[in-house]
Protein backbone atom coordinates (compact mmCIF):
# COMPACT_ATOMS: atom_id res chain seq x y z
CA UNK A 1 0.00 0.00 0.00
CA UNK A 2 1.95 3.37 -1.05
CA UNK A 3 1.86 5.98 1.65
CA UNK A 4 0.29 8.91 0.52
CA UNK A 5 2.10 11.44 2.67
CA UNK A 6 5.80 9.98 1.67
CA UNK A 7 4.88 10.10 -2.13
CA UNK A 8 3.38 13.62 -1.78
CA UNK A 9 6.96 14.38 0.12
CA UNK A 10 8.87 13.13 -2.74
CA UNK A 11 6.95 14.58 -5.63
CA UNK A 12 8.00 18.03 -3.96
CA UNK A 13 11.59 16.75 -3.96
CA UNK A 14 14.37 17.60 -6.04
CA UNK A 15 15.83 14.41 -5.89
CA UNK A 16 12.85 12.19 -5.44
CA UNK A 17 10.29 14.28 -7.82
CA UNK A 18 10.97 12.16 -10.87
CA UNK A 19 10.86 8.48 -9.85
CA UNK A 20 8.08 9.37 -7.59
CA UNK A 21 6.20 11.02 -10.28
CA UNK A 22 6.44 7.57 -12.24
CA UNK A 23 5.22 5.62 -9.30
CA UNK A 24 2.32 8.21 -9.65
CA UNK A 25 1.56 7.35 -13.22
CA UNK A 26 1.53 4.04 -12.39
CA UNK A 27 -0.86 4.25 -10.15
CA UNK A 28 -3.20 6.24 -11.28
CA UNK A 29 -2.67 5.30 -14.96
CA UNK A 30 -5.70 3.19 -15.23
CA UNK A 31 -8.21 5.01 -12.90
CA UNK A 32 -7.80 7.90 -14.88
CA UNK A 33 -7.82 6.23 -18.30
CA UNK A 34 -11.13 5.44 -17.94
CA UNK A 35 -12.70 8.26 -15.77
CA UNK A 36 -11.44 10.37 -18.88
CA UNK A 37 -12.49 7.70 -21.58
CA UNK A 38 -16.03 7.88 -20.09
CA UNK A 39 -15.95 11.58 -20.71
CA UNK A 40 -14.93 11.99 -24.46
CA UNK A 41 -15.60 8.69 -25.21
CA UNK A 42 -12.31 8.32 -28.00
CA UNK A 43 -9.51 6.25 -27.06
CA UNK A 44 -7.51 9.18 -29.23
CA UNK A 45 -8.83 11.70 -27.28
CA UNK A 46 -8.35 10.35 -24.11
CA UNK A 47 -4.66 9.35 -24.67
CA UNK A 48 -4.00 13.41 -25.70
CA UNK A 49 -5.97 14.33 -22.44
CA UNK A 50 -4.36 11.92 -19.83
CA UNK A 51 -0.93 12.97 -21.21
CA UNK A 52 -2.14 16.48 -20.84
CA UNK A 53 -3.29 15.57 -17.36
CA UNK A 54 -0.06 13.99 -16.26
CA UNK A 55 2.22 17.02 -17.51
CA UNK A 56 -0.26 19.58 -15.79
CA UNK A 57 0.58 17.34 -12.19
CA UNK A 58 4.63 17.44 -13.06
CA UNK A 59 4.30 20.85 -13.62
CA UNK A 60 2.19 22.10 -10.73
CA UNK A 61 2.54 19.41 -8.17
CA UNK A 62 4.69 21.81 -6.14
CA UNK A 63 1.58 24.01 -6.08
CA UNK A 64 -0.37 21.56 -4.31
CA UNK A 65 -1.32 22.64 -1.06
CA UNK A 66 -2.99 19.53 0.61
CA UNK A 67 -6.02 21.13 1.83
CA UNK A 68 -8.09 18.36 -0.58
CA UNK A 69 -6.77 14.54 -1.04
CA UNK A 70 -4.20 14.13 -4.24
CA UNK A 71 -6.67 11.49 -5.17
CA UNK A 72 -9.22 14.13 -5.58
CA UNK A 73 -6.90 16.86 -6.93
CA UNK A 74 -5.64 14.64 -9.90
CA UNK A 75 -9.16 13.72 -10.88
CA UNK A 76 -10.06 17.05 -10.84
CA UNK A 77 -7.93 18.03 -13.23
CA UNK A 78 -8.62 14.96 -15.80
CA UNK A 79 -11.74 16.10 -15.37
CA UNK A 80 -11.47 19.60 -16.47
CA UNK A 81 -8.63 18.60 -19.13
CA UNK A 82 -11.76 16.64 -20.38
CA UNK A 83 -14.21 19.24 -20.74
CA UNK A 84 -11.94 21.81 -22.11
CA UNK A 85 -11.06 19.07 -25.14
CA UNK A 86 -14.79 18.64 -25.61
CA UNK A 87 -15.57 22.10 -26.06
CA UNK A 88 -12.28 22.82 -27.81
CA UNK A 89 -13.98 19.96 -30.30
CA UNK A 90 -17.04 21.75 -30.82
CA UNK A 91 -15.48 25.30 -31.11
CA UNK A 92 -13.50 23.99 -34.10
CA UNK A 93 -16.00 22.13 -35.58
CA UNK A 94 -18.22 25.34 -35.30
CA UNK A 95 -20.86 23.02 -33.51
CA UNK A 96 -22.35 22.91 -30.24
CA UNK A 97 -21.18 20.53 -27.33
CA UNK A 98 -24.41 19.00 -27.85
CA UNK A 99 -24.38 18.09 -31.62
CA UNK A 100 -20.71 17.04 -31.00
CA UNK A 101 -21.78 14.68 -28.65
CA UNK A 102 -24.66 13.40 -30.39
CA UNK A 103 -21.51 13.12 -33.79
CA UNK A 104 -19.71 11.55 -31.42
CA UNK A 105 -22.37 8.56 -30.57
CA UNK A 106 -23.06 8.06 -33.87
CA UNK A 107 -19.62 7.70 -34.12
CA UNK A 108 -19.61 4.61 -31.77
CA UNK A 109 -21.29 1.73 -33.97
CA UNK A 110 -18.30 1.42 -35.88
CA UNK A 111 -15.86 2.93 -33.67
CA UNK A 112 -12.38 0.38 -33.52
CA UNK A 113 -12.55 0.65 -30.14
CA UNK A 114 -15.72 -0.04 -28.84
CA UNK A 115 -17.18 -3.45 -29.22
CA UNK A 116 -20.43 -2.51 -27.18
CA UNK A 117 -23.58 -4.50 -28.02
CA UNK A 118 -26.69 -3.08 -28.84
CA UNK A 119 -27.78 -1.90 -25.23
CA UNK A 120 -24.36 -0.79 -24.31
CA UNK A 121 -24.81 1.75 -27.51
CA UNK A 122 -28.12 2.62 -26.30
CA UNK A 123 -26.31 3.13 -22.79
CA UNK A 124 -24.31 5.34 -24.17
CA UNK A 125 -27.03 7.56 -26.13
CA UNK A 126 -29.23 7.53 -22.52
CA UNK A 127 -25.78 9.20 -20.89
CA UNK A 128 -25.58 11.19 -23.70
CA UNK A 129 -28.99 13.31 -23.41
CA UNK A 130 -27.98 13.93 -19.58
CA UNK A 131 -26.95 17.54 -19.03
CA UNK A 132 -23.36 17.45 -18.12
CA UNK A 133 -22.91 17.66 -14.84
CA UNK A 134 -25.12 14.53 -14.29
CA UNK A 135 -23.23 12.84 -16.67
CA UNK A 136 -19.91 12.93 -15.02
CA UNK A 137 -21.79 12.02 -11.65
CA UNK A 138 -23.46 9.01 -13.44
CA UNK A 139 -20.38 7.78 -15.02
CA UNK A 140 -18.57 8.34 -11.61
CA UNK A 141 -20.93 6.57 -9.76
CA UNK A 142 -22.16 3.84 -12.14
CA UNK A 143 -18.99 2.37 -14.23
CA UNK A 144 -16.30 3.69 -12.20
CA UNK A 145 -17.86 3.03 -8.64
CA UNK A 146 -16.42 5.60 -6.88
CA UNK A 147 -17.79 6.66 -3.48
CA UNK A 148 -20.29 9.69 -3.11
CA UNK A 149 -18.21 11.24 -0.95
CA UNK A 150 -15.00 11.16 -2.93
CA UNK A 151 -17.27 12.46 -5.88
CA UNK A 152 -18.38 15.48 -4.21
CA UNK A 153 -14.50 16.08 -3.45
CA UNK A 154 -13.67 16.17 -7.03
CA UNK A 155 -16.73 17.73 -7.94
CA UNK A 156 -16.52 20.47 -5.23
CA UNK A 157 -20.33 19.67 -4.84
CA UNK A 158 -22.31 18.15 -1.96
CA UNK A 159 -22.98 14.34 -1.66
CA UNK A 160 -26.81 15.44 -1.29
CA UNK A 161 -26.79 17.31 -4.26
CA UNK A 162 -24.60 14.36 -5.71
CA UNK A 163 -27.08 11.43 -4.78
CA UNK A 164 -29.69 13.44 -5.78
CA UNK A 165 -28.71 13.86 -9.25
CA UNK A 166 -27.40 10.15 -9.70
CA UNK A 167 -30.83 9.17 -8.79
CA UNK A 168 -32.56 11.66 -11.43
CA UNK A 169 -29.94 10.37 -13.84
CA UNK A 170 -30.87 6.80 -13.23
CA UNK A 171 -34.36 7.81 -13.95
CA UNK A 172 -34.04 9.41 -17.08
CA UNK A 173 -31.46 6.76 -18.28
CA UNK A 174 -34.14 3.85 -17.60
CA UNK A 175 -37.02 5.95 -19.11
CA UNK A 176 -34.96 6.32 -22.48
CA UNK A 177 -33.75 2.70 -22.53
CA UNK A 178 -37.48 1.19 -21.77
CA UNK A 179 -38.83 3.76 -24.84
CA UNK A 180 -36.05 2.90 -27.13
CA UNK B 1 -55.19 -10.29 22.62
CA UNK B 2 -55.74 -6.97 24.49
CA UNK B 3 -58.89 -4.85 23.35
CA UNK B 4 -56.60 -2.01 22.18
CA UNK B 5 -54.68 -4.43 19.62
CA UNK B 6 -58.11 -5.76 18.14
CA UNK B 7 -59.42 -2.43 17.26
CA UNK B 8 -56.57 -1.87 14.88
CA UNK B 9 -56.87 -3.76 11.73
CA UNK B 10 -54.71 -1.16 9.33
CA UNK B 11 -51.24 -0.25 9.47
CA UNK B 12 -51.70 3.23 8.79
CA UNK B 13 -49.28 3.05 5.97
CA UNK B 14 -50.31 4.71 2.38
CA UNK B 15 -49.55 4.18 -0.99
CA UNK B 16 -48.74 6.86 -3.98
CA UNK B 17 -51.07 6.90 -6.57
CA UNK B 18 -50.51 4.64 -9.33
CA UNK B 19 -46.83 3.73 -7.74
CA UNK B 20 -48.67 -0.91 -8.08
CA UNK B 21 -49.48 0.38 -12.09
CA UNK B 22 -46.08 1.93 -13.43
CA UNK B 23 -44.60 -1.07 -11.18
CA UNK B 24 -43.46 -4.02 -13.85
CA UNK B 25 -42.12 -0.91 -16.00
CA UNK B 26 -40.12 0.25 -12.98
CA UNK B 27 -38.19 -2.75 -12.31
CA UNK B 28 -37.70 -3.68 -16.09
CA UNK B 29 -35.54 -0.81 -16.61
CA UNK B 30 -33.40 -1.26 -13.49
CA UNK B 31 -33.33 -5.26 -14.88
CA UNK B 32 -32.38 -3.85 -18.09
CA UNK B 33 -30.00 -1.16 -16.77
CA UNK B 34 -28.35 -3.10 -13.98
CA UNK B 35 -27.86 -6.28 -17.29
CA UNK B 36 -25.14 -4.26 -19.35
CA UNK B 37 -21.94 -4.85 -18.30
CA UNK B 38 -19.20 -2.40 -18.69
CA UNK B 39 -19.18 0.53 -20.96
CA UNK B 40 -18.24 -1.11 -24.39
CA UNK B 41 -15.14 0.83 -24.70
CA UNK B 42 -11.75 -0.80 -25.30
CA UNK B 43 -8.53 0.29 -24.95
CA UNK B 44 -5.59 -1.02 -27.54
CA UNK B 45 -2.90 -3.40 -26.73
CA UNK B 46 -0.09 -2.66 -24.72
CA UNK B 47 -1.31 0.66 -24.12
CA UNK B 48 -0.34 0.91 -20.77
CA UNK B 49 2.83 -0.13 -20.75
CA UNK B 50 4.81 2.29 -22.73
CA UNK B 51 2.55 5.30 -21.12
CA UNK B 52 5.33 6.57 -18.59
CA UNK B 53 7.88 6.57 -20.72
CA UNK B 54 5.91 8.33 -23.33
CA UNK B 55 4.77 11.64 -20.90
CA UNK B 56 7.72 11.04 -19.20
CA UNK B 57 9.87 11.94 -22.35
CA UNK B 58 7.66 14.31 -23.36
CA UNK B 59 8.18 16.13 -19.98
CA UNK B 60 11.92 16.33 -20.95
CA UNK B 61 10.92 17.56 -24.07
CA UNK B 62 9.04 20.80 -23.06
CA UNK B 63 11.92 21.39 -20.49
CA UNK B 64 14.42 21.43 -23.83
CA UNK B 65 12.56 23.63 -25.76
CA UNK B 66 12.59 26.34 -22.47
CA UNK B 67 16.24 26.94 -23.46
CA UNK B 68 15.84 27.64 -27.08
CA UNK B 69 13.16 30.18 -27.19
CA UNK B 70 15.52 32.37 -28.73
CA UNK B 71 14.74 30.84 -32.32
CA UNK B 72 11.38 31.33 -32.17
CA UNK B 73 9.38 31.75 -35.74
CA UNK B 74 8.13 35.48 -34.73
CA UNK B 75 11.84 36.14 -34.07
CA UNK B 76 13.63 34.66 -36.70
CA UNK B 77 10.73 36.32 -39.01
CA UNK B 78 11.59 39.97 -37.12
CA UNK B 79 15.98 39.25 -37.61
CA UNK B 80 15.12 38.16 -41.64
CA UNK B 81 12.63 41.41 -42.56
CA UNK B 82 15.95 43.38 -40.90
CA UNK B 83 18.40 41.97 -42.84
CA UNK B 84 16.24 42.04 -46.08
CA UNK B 85 16.00 45.59 -45.59
CA UNK B 86 19.46 45.92 -45.47
CA UNK B 87 20.79 43.96 -48.00
CA UNK B 88 18.25 46.22 -50.18
CA UNK B 89 19.42 49.16 -48.70
CA UNK B 90 23.08 48.20 -49.60
CA UNK B 91 22.23 47.03 -53.42
CA UNK B 92 20.39 50.00 -54.13
CA UNK B 93 22.89 52.78 -52.79
CA UNK B 94 26.54 51.79 -51.99
CA UNK B 95 27.10 49.39 -54.77
CA UNK B 96 24.89 51.16 -57.82
CA UNK B 97 27.28 54.09 -58.57
CA UNK B 98 26.20 54.18 -62.83
CA UNK B 99 23.33 56.04 -64.01
CA UNK B 100 21.01 55.37 -66.62
CA UNK B 101 23.14 56.95 -69.92
CA UNK B 102 21.22 57.75 -73.02
CA UNK B 103 23.63 55.46 -74.98
CA UNK B 104 22.31 52.35 -72.92
CA UNK B 105 18.64 52.50 -74.21
CA UNK B 106 18.01 50.52 -76.67
CA UNK B 107 17.07 52.39 -79.94
CA UNK B 108 13.51 49.96 -80.54
CA UNK B 109 12.71 51.25 -77.54
CA UNK B 110 13.10 54.86 -78.64
CA UNK B 111 11.28 54.17 -81.24
CA UNK B 112 8.52 52.75 -79.79
CA UNK B 113 8.49 55.82 -77.62
CA UNK B 114 8.61 57.96 -80.10
CA UNK B 115 5.78 56.52 -81.88
CA UNK B 116 3.12 56.05 -78.71
CA UNK B 117 3.77 59.57 -77.47
CA UNK B 118 2.82 60.94 -80.90
CA UNK B 119 5.65 63.13 -80.63
CA UNK B 120 4.58 65.54 -83.94
CA UNK B 121 7.29 66.59 -86.18
CA UNK B 122 7.24 70.40 -84.33
CA UNK B 123 8.12 69.02 -81.36
CA UNK B 124 11.09 67.60 -82.75
CA UNK B 125 11.95 70.38 -84.79
CA UNK B 126 12.11 72.10 -81.37
CA UNK B 127 14.86 69.82 -79.94
CA UNK B 128 17.60 69.66 -82.85
CA UNK B 129 19.32 72.65 -82.86
CA UNK B 130 20.38 73.62 -86.55
CA UNK B 131 23.77 71.96 -85.95
CA UNK B 132 22.19 69.02 -85.97
CA UNK B 133 20.62 69.05 -89.65
CA UNK B 134 23.76 68.24 -91.85
CA UNK B 135 22.43 68.59 -95.41
CA UNK B 136 24.88 65.70 -95.48
CA UNK B 137 22.32 63.55 -93.66
CA UNK B 138 19.63 63.67 -96.81
CA UNK B 139 22.27 63.23 -99.47
CA UNK B 140 24.28 60.29 -98.22
CA UNK B 141 21.65 57.79 -98.13
CA UNK B 142 21.00 56.09 -101.26
CA UNK B 143 17.34 54.55 -101.23
CA UNK B 144 17.17 52.08 -103.94
CA UNK B 145 14.36 52.82 -106.30
CA UNK B 146 12.77 49.67 -105.45
CA UNK B 147 12.15 50.34 -101.69
CA UNK B 148 11.25 54.55 -102.96
CA UNK B 149 8.81 52.74 -105.19
CA UNK B 150 7.34 50.68 -102.75
CA UNK B 151 7.54 53.49 -100.16
CA UNK B 152 5.46 55.55 -102.13
CA UNK B 153 2.44 52.97 -103.16
CA UNK B 154 2.12 51.74 -99.55
CA UNK B 155 2.07 55.14 -97.68
CA UNK B 156 1.19 57.91 -100.25
CA UNK B 157 -2.90 58.28 -101.77
CA UNK B 158 -1.91 58.56 -105.37
CA UNK B 159 -5.71 59.55 -106.22
CA UNK B 160 -4.74 62.93 -104.97
CA UNK B 161 -1.56 63.02 -107.90
CA UNK B 162 -4.33 61.86 -110.39
CA UNK B 163 -6.38 65.30 -112.14
CA UNK B 164 -9.33 64.30 -113.73
Known amino acids: ?39 VKSHDDTDDVLQNTFIK ?26 ITLLNKNAKQLLISNEDLQDSTIGNLATDVYFDGNEMQLKLQEAISKLPQKQQLVFNMKYFQDLKYKDIADILETSEGALKASYHLAVKKIEAYLTKN | ?45 GYFDSLEDTVINKISKNEKTKVINLFTRQNLLYVSSIAATLLLLFNLTLFNKKSISFEALE ?58
Open chain 1, 1 to 39: MIDEAQLLEDLKSEKHKDKAFRTLMTLYKERLYWHIRNI
Open chain 1, 57 to 82: IYSNIHNFKGDSKLFSWIYRIATNES
Open chain 2, 1 to 45: MSDKLKNIKSTGFKIPDNYLEGIEDTVLSQIKLKSIEGSGFKVPN
Open chain 2, 107 to 164: TASVESYIMNEFINSYDMASLLSDEDIVVENFIEYNFSEENMEDYILNHVDMEYFFTE
